[in-house]
C-alpha cells in the first residue's frame, strides 16, 4: 500500500506504507516466538503505530540516510523508519528477536526489505557497520542509555543526528544546561558532541509491559567538538573526577587526577576558573581547558577517560 497526496492537482507516489504493529500484533508475535520483554534487557514494546511514526518523523530521516537503532525489539519502530525511505541497520541482543526481525520486516514491508539489516549484537560492542550511519533512532533501554548514546558519537562520526527515547530523568540529565539541578556528567559529555534539546514527552500507555516511569525524546544534532589539544579522554576524566562529589569545590574534586590539591589549585587558576567552583557551573569548554592545564603541568598523573 502506498500513501498517495494530491498536491496542485497532482498526485504525487510516496513511499509505500508498512503494515505497522499494534498492541494485538506485538503479543501475537510474542507468542508465537515463545517469548516475552526480559528485563535484563530492558525490554519495553511500543505498541502504538502512532508514536513510531512520531518518531520517525521528528528524527528528520529519509530516501538516503542510513539509520542504526538500537534495541528494535519486534521491529515497531523499525517498520516506521523503513516507511521514510531510509535505510535501517537494527542492532539487537537478544537472539530470538533479532533472528525474527527479518522475517517480520518481510512480512509487513516487503517493498522495504531490501534496505534492512539486523546485527545481533550487544550495542556497546558495535565498533563497524557494513555502511556508516547518519542517524541513530531507539527506543532505547533504559539501563544502557547513556552508555549507548556515548559509544555511537565516538565510534560513528558520520552520525549526524540521534533521536532518542529514554527515561524522563535521563532526558532532563542529558538536555541540562550548565548550572542545573539536573546539569552532570551525561550532560557535559553529550555537549562535547552535540546540541542536545528534549523533543517531547511519552506516555506510559504505549509500552508493553507499561513501565513505572515516564519516557521522553531527546534529539542531538552534531557539532563541532570545543576545540582543544587535550585528548578527550583525558577531558572525560575531568568530568568524571569533577562530578564524583558533587558538592565538592574543583579543588578537592580534582586533587586526585592531579597529584594533590595544591596542583589542581594551580592548573584551575591557569585555566581561568576559580578553585571554589563547582563541576555543575562548567561548560565543556571550560572541562577541556582545565584538562589542557593539567597535561601542560609538570607534576601531573596522566588520567584515562
Not at 507516489?13 to 516475552?36: M, N
Not at 555537549?191 to 500507555?205: L, N, S, T
Not at 574543583?250 to 592548573?267: F, K, Q, T, V
Not at 562548567?282 to 577541556?288: C, N, P, Q, R, Y
Request: hydrophobic share 50%; net charge neutral; aromatic share 4%.
Amino acid at each position: 500500500m502506498r500513501r498517495l497526496v494530491a498536491l496542485g492537482g497532482q498526485e504525487l507516489v510516496l513511499t509505500p506504507v508498512a503494515r505497522l504493529l499494534g498492541p494485538t500484533d506485538i503479543r501475537l508475535l510474542a507468542q508465537s516466538l515463545d517469548t516475552a520483554p526480559h528485563k535484563k534487557w530492558g525490554q519495553n514494546f511500543v505498541v502504538d503505530a502512532g508514536t513510531v511514526r512520531r518518531i520517525a518523523r521528528l528524527s528528520g530521516v529519509g530516501e538516503g540516510e542510513h539509520v542504526v537503532e538500537v534495541g528494535p525489539g519486534l521491529g515497531s519502530l523499525t517498520l516506521a523508519l523503513l516507511e521514510t525511505g531510509a535505510s535501517v541497520t537494527a542492532v539487537e541482543i537478544d537472539p530470538v528477536l533479532a533472528a525474527a526481525l527479518p522475517r517480520t520486516i518481510e512480512e509487513r514491508a516487503l517493498e522495504h526489505a531490501d534496505r534492512f539489516a539486523c546485527v545481533h549484537a550487544d550495542a556497546l560492542t558495535v565498533n563497524a557497520l557494513d555502511k556508516a550511519p547518519t542517524a541513530l533512532v531507539a527506543n532505547l533501554p533504559y539501563n544502557v542509555s547513556v552508555p549507548v548514546i556515548l559509544h555511537f558519537l565516538e565510534t560513528f562520526p558520520t552520525l549526524r543526528t540521534v533521536l532518542v527515547m529514554v527515561q524522563s530523568e535521563v532526558a532532563d540529565r542529558l538536555a541540562a544546561p550548565p548550572g542545573s539541578r539536573t546539569y552532570g556528567v551525561p550532560s557535559a559529555k553529550a555537549a562535547w558532541y552535540c546540541d542536545v534539546r528534549r523533543a517531547g514527552d511519552v506516555g506510559r500507555a504505549v509500552f508493553w509491559p507499561v513501565p513505572r516511569v515516564d519516557s521522553a525524546l531527546v534529539l542531538m544534532e552534531r557539532c563541532a567538538v570545543p576545540e582543544t589539544t587535550a585528548r578527550r579522554e583525558r577531558v572525560f576524566a575531568v568530568i568524571d573526577a569533577a562530578f564524583s562529589q558533587r558538592r565538592k569545590a574543583l579543588r578537592g574534586a580534582l586533587s586526585r587526577i592531579a597529584g594533590s590539591g595544591a596542583a589542581a589549585e594551580a592548573a584551575l587558576r591557569a585555566a581561568g576558573i576559580d578553585p571554589l567552583t563547582r563541576g555543575e557551573q562548567l561548560a565543556v569548554e571550560d572541562f577541556a581547558r582545565i584538562a589542557v592545564a593539567l597535561d601542560q603541568a609538570p607534576t601531573v598523573a596522566s588520567s584515562g577517560g
